[in-house]
């Protein structure tokens, strides 16, 4: 699975607010919803933790499709996070992007899809390699 890198799409200070349900959105039986809309949120403060270090990659294929991230979907990667086992990372090995879960061993690191036909890579010191940042949120088309 590939990502292709964009910058972050926020330029100075500026505020992207959007009208909030706060009522909550069932997910189950419908239930009475308000007449209106109560509060703005901006989704610049509810996604991104550190604007500085934060980029926007667009995933390409189906190695983390066992994770929720498939074909297509946003991913927010934080560069100011420390990478750590168990955690989705965005990682530049040989020449290119990939998403993929960090499994971190005393003498090794794992790179794991999060799909069957595709197989853990073993980092060595033979690779070109650097994780790049980690996925924080995953925005998808539905």
Same mark, same amino acid.
């Given at each position: 699975m590939k990502? =292709?890198?964009?910058?972050? !799409?926020?330029?100075?200070?500026k505020q992207f607010l959007l009208p909030l349900a706060e009522c909550g959105i069932s997910a189950g039986f419908p239930s009475p919803?308000?007449?209106h809309l109560?509060?703005?949120?901006?989704l610049n403060q509810e996604l991104i933790r550190n604007k500085?270090?934060?980029?926007?990659g667009r995933v390409k294929g189906d190695s983390m499709r066992d994770a929720g =991230?498939?074909?297509?979907? !946003?991913l927010i990667i934080d560069?100011?996070?420390?990478?750590a086992s168990g955690r989705i990372a965005v990682c530049f090995i040989d020449g290119e992007f990939t998403v993929k879960r960090l499994k971190i061993?005393?003498?090794a690191i794992w790179l794991v899809p999060e799909n069957e036909t595709y197989k853990p890579i073993r980092v060595t010191e033979d690779n070109e390699f650097l994780i790049w940042g980690i996925v924080t949120n995953v925005i998808k088309a539905v």
């Open positions: 990502v =292709i890198i964009h910058p972050l !799409l926020i330029t100075g200070n919803a308000d007449d109560d509060n703005a949120i901006d500085d270090a934060t980029f926007f =991230i498939t074909d297509g979907d !946003l560069k100011s996070l420390k990478p061993e005393k003498d």
